[in-house]
Structures are given as C-alpha cells and as structure tokens.
C-alpha cells in the first residue's frame, strides 16, 4: 500500500488534474496541444539532453540491461502483430500499427517519475540508457515496416526507402535531444555555466508539464469497439514486456538490483502516446492505438503495484 500512495498514485494525480482540468472546461483543447507541444517538443528534449551529456556511457550501457528489455519490447510486438494479423485479420498496415503499440512502452513520461519516485534520482542511469535508443530504434524498426508494408509493390528501392526512414527518425525533437547529448558527452565539449542552468530549468518543467499535458490529451481517447483487440494490447503492455524482461534481467543476465528495477518498470509502462500518434500518422489502427493507450494507462495503476511488489 505504501508503494501506491507514496510512488504511482502522485505521478497518477497529475495526469488525473490534466484530465480533470480538461475536461472541466478549465483547460482548452488548444491550451492542451501547447503544452504538449512545448514538452515534448522542448522541455523533455532538454531533459534527455541534460541526462545523456553527463550519463557516465561506460557504466550504464549494460548488454543484459538493454538485451532484457528489448527482447520484451519486441516480444510484445511479434504478439500484437501476429494477433492483429492472424487472429482478427486486419489488414497488413493495421497490425504493424498494433504491434507497434505493443512495442513502444511510455517509458519516459511514466517510466522516469515512477522509477525517481520509489528508488531516487540515482537509479535513473538505466532508464536513460535504455531511453536513449528506444526512439530511434523502435521507431526506426517501426517506420521501416510500416513504410513496406505500404509500398509493397510499387518498386520503392532500398535507398529510397532509407532515405525516408532516416528523416522521419531525426526530424523527432526528442531524437535530436539524445544527439546533442550525445555529441557533448563523447568529445567532452564545455558548455557555459548559463546554458547548463538553462537546459535545468527547462528539464524541471519537463515531466510535470508532460504528465498534466498527457491527461488532457487523454480525455480526447474514448474506449471504443475492438475490445477483445484492445485487451490483447494492453496485456503484451502490462504483463508480457515486463514478465520476459524480468525473466531475462534476473535469470538469464542477473542483472544488479538498480538495473533490474530499471529494466522491469520501464518496460512495464503503458503504451506511449507514440502510439496513437505513430497510428494516427498513417491513418491506421487509430481506434484500436487511442483506447489501448487510455485504458492501458488506467490499468497500470496495479500492474506497476504488482512489480513494484515483485522487485528487490
């Protein structure tokens, strides 16, 4: 009970007064898009700069860590797109959006605040490893598909093809974020003491804004139709991606206590709004990835509970 009221449910009244004030008519529609504009587009880019610039690269880039939760994330993806495809018979396009639900976990406007909230800022390095390549990668694999199945027949060459994935990758501000961080942490460029204070005070906005933002958003996803689709999603979520990395991080890798926390509740998230967002980019899958989202979210209130019950 302690980990409920101490660690999700204040991360989970925020996003609740997003959606209140939304809701209420206190928060326009408009003013939602700004501030998620200003988040996403802004303050967390800022905040994954910040993390990677000064990440100690040698000490928190574990091959089991990273191996653990990836074998998940793309566990949960072969499992929503196979259902997609061979169980409800949607179309090509439509599964590689639902797996592609199944594969991108929220793990920085939720993964961040519940892993600082119940082990402390320190425990954060494997978070930001694994943030680090998670939007390029999973991006990256889901883009490419997507932009396959799309063009199945029309003779897009592999150049071509790409070309058009690797825009789409590093036109993301957040993308941009993790490169400059990148950048700076590798040739140990020395930035001025004002532009560090700054990009801090841009990151101490960022997750507040994002989760308030992220409840208003919220409020526009109405759970409809596809249930037994929506279900199949939220379960790869919540308790496939996590049960194979944890399996992997304690068993396999034996990971040490601050990676195994990081691994497991990054990969027990929710869906992202990546992934309505990826869905909505290509007009597929929009239902089935807006509920998933939403109802997702609103189960992991007792799935996170039941790993933070799970882990040491």
Avoid at 10 to 32: E, K, N, T
Avoid at 125 to 152: C, D, K, Q, V
Wanted: net charge positive; with cysteine.
């Amino acid at each position: 009970m302690t980990a409920l009221l101490d660690v999700i449910l204040p991360v989970f009244l925020v996003i609740g007064f997003g959606y209140a004030a939304a809701r209420l008519g206190l928060f326009a529609d408009s003013a939602v898009d700004g501030l998620m504009r200003f988040a996403q587009n802004f303050a967390v880019p800022c905040l994954l700069f910040k993390s990677i610039a000064t990440l100690d690269l040698s000490g928190a880039y574990d091959a089991g860590l990273l191996l653990s939760f990836y074998a998940g994330a793309f566990s949960g993806f072969a499992f929503c797109f196979l259902g997609a495809r061979l169980v409800f018979h949607r179309p090509l396009t439509d599964s590689v959006a639902i797996g592609f639900a199944g594969l991108f976990s929220n793990s920085l406007l939720l993964g961040i605040p519940i892993t600082e909230r119940a082990y402390g800022a320190d425990a954060l390095s494997g978070n930001f490893a694994i943030i680090s390549i998670h939007s390029p990668l999973l991006y990256g694999f889901g883009i490419s598909l997507m932009e396959w199945a799309r063009t199945r027949g029309q003779g897009l060459s592999a150049p071509a093809l790409t070309r058009q994935v690797v825009r789409a990758i590093f036109s993301q501000p957040l993308v941009i974020g993790i490169t400059l961080g990148f950048i700076v942490n590798l040739s140990g460029l020395p930035l001025p003491g004002a532009v560090w204070a700054g990009v801090d005070l841009m990151t101490r906005a960022a997750i507040p804004a994002a989760l308030f933002g992220l409840g208003g958003v919220l409020l526009r996803y109405r759970p409809e139709g596809d249930r037994a689709t929506i279900a199949m999603v939220c379960f790869a979520s919540l308790i496939l991606h996590p049960g194979v990395t944890w399996l992997l991080a304690s068993r396999v890798f034996a990971l040490d206590t601050d990676a195994l926390r990081s691994a497991v509740l990054t990969s027990a998230m929710a869906p992202g709004i990546n992934a309505y967002l990826f869905a909505h980019l290509y007009g597929v899958a929009k239902r089935v990835n807006a509920s998933a989202v939403l109802i997702a979210t609103a189960l992991s209130i007792g799935t996170i509970w039941m790993w933070l019950a799970i882990l040491p």
